[in-house]
Nanobody
């Protein structure tokens, strides 16, 4: 059974930092591109950051470039999202996604999400 479990969300003041974690089980982690998405009510889910299966390449949404950093530990089956200089507009539910590197039809899994609230 595949499980992606996010943690690390919470309430933080503008300008603050949070580190999200996503622990994966039930998959061969190193065969999956890992993604962080976020969603606010009434809006589509937005890709925030992506990291390739080896960690050699990362991509970010323009809105978070220079503030967020994605990383992974293939030995520990975990992906991280370090979020710095947080803004109120970063408030959202953040979802971890694992997508098979060769073909999403081979595996495309989602966590249940963790809420990040940026407010003073």
């Amino acid at each position: 059974q595949v499980q992606l479990v996010e943690s690390g969300g919470g309430l933080v003041q503008p300008g603050g930092s949070l580190r999200l974690s996503c622990a994966a089980s039930g998959i061969t982690f190193s065969r999956y591109t890992m993604n962080w998405y976020r969603q606010v009510p009434g809006k589509e889910r937005e890709l925030v950051a992506r990291i390739t299966r080896t960690g050699s390449s990362t991509n970010y949404a323009d809105s978070v470039k220079g503030r967020f950093s994605i990383s992974r530990d293939n030995a520990d089956n975990t992906v991280y999202l370090q979020m710095n200089s947080l803004k109120p507009e970063d408030t959202a539910v953040y979802y971890c996604n694992a997508r098979h590197y060769a073909n999403p039809s081979l595996g495309d899994y989602w966590g249940k999400g963790t809420l990040v609230t940026v407010s003073s």
